[in-house]
């Protein structure tokens, strides 16, 4: 079945630092990949999706690449600031228009 | 951009009652909603789909009888815990499907913090 599977956390970083949110997805089907950030207190907005291998989605210093070969859409961004401190999903879609989601990752950005 | 609300944002009730919860989408029509569940350690659950104009399907091991779902329009889908018990504690979300070209994109509602004593 499909399934996403997400780097354990949470991860803690001093402002600046460079980020990477590992996540790999099962390979059934030609599903579209997105990250999802849900910021304290609010409910989960879209953060970048990419719909096809070899894709590159980007919105605010947030980048990932539909790797097909490696089953993976890494998530990185190369200086966090306390603003990013929010939680990560990582998502597939996969029939119906149902989303698959990873466990979640909590990212604290330390002044 | 596409906006989903839920109504309430929080509620309490009492073991054995039945507890409603809104989701509407705002500015565009939905004919497919979502609901989940998000547990304390951050994990989303898939509940059920919601269909306007018929039945709504469930997860796997999600009770039917309990998570009463209807969608009265094409931006209006209700989630109802019936005789809820605090197990069902639990913080709700619903999500709708973008058109045109953001069907594959999900927006979700800022979710209902569901308490019972």
């Known amino acids: 079945g499909n399934s996403v599977t997400q780097m354990e956390g949470p991860v803690t970083l001093s402002e600046e630092a460079f980020l990477t949110i590992n996540c790999t997805y099962t390979a059934t089907g030609y599903p579209s990949l997105f990250w999802y950030v849900q910021y304290p207190g609010e409910g989960l907005q879209l953060l970048l999706k990419?719909?096809?291998?070899?894709d590159k989605g980007s919105n605010k210093g947030f980048e990932a690449t539909y790797r097909k070969e490696t089953t993976s859409f890494h998530l990185e961004k190369g200086s966090v600031q306390v603003s990013d401190s929010a939680v990560y999903f990582c998502t597939r879609t996969g029939a119906n228009s149902k989303l698959t989601f990873g466990k979640g990752i909590t990212l604290s950005v330390r002044p | 951009g596409a906006v989903v609300s839920q109504h309430p944002s929080r509620v309490i009730c009492k073991s054995g009652t039945s507890v409603k919860i809104e989701c509407r989408s705002l500015d565009f029509q939905a004919t497919t909603m979502f609901w989940y569940r998000q547990f304390p350690k951050k994990s989303l659950m898939l509940m059920a789909t919601?269909?306007?104009?018929?039945?709504?399907?469930?997860e796997q091991g999600v009770e039917k009888d309990k998570f009463l779902i209807n969608h009265a329009s094409l931006t209006l889908s209700t989630l109802t815990v019936t005789s809820a018990h605090p197990e069902d504690s639990s913080f709700y979300i619903c999500s709708a499907p973008g058109t045109g070209p953001s069907t594959d994109t999900q927006y979700f509602g800022p979710g209902t913090r569901l308490t019972v004593l």
């Open positions: 919601s269909n306007e104009g018929s039945k709504a399907t469930y």
């Open positions: 990419a719909t096809k291998a070899d």
